[in-house]
């Protein structure tokens, strides 16, 4: 009847590894990601030139259809 219960550390159960292993993994990706980022930044990106909204039924550089 004397039982004595010896509690392991936190590392030491499966479960907790589970646990902790997909946000330490995103955070690992994600310091990856920066790192390539910044060694070879893309020069080529374009970005559309904005469009103005139709104003008073001036359709030229509208993404907005003409109404029939």
Known sequence: MNAQTTSLPWY???IMWLVIAP??????????TMILILQAPDKDVRT????IAVIHGQTHNSVVP???
């Open 48 to 51: 559309p030139h904005p469009t």
């Open 66 to 68: 003409p109404a029939d």
């Open 12 to 14: 030491r159960y499966g």
């Open 23 to 32: 946000p330490i993994g995103a955070v690992i990706a994600g310091v990856i």
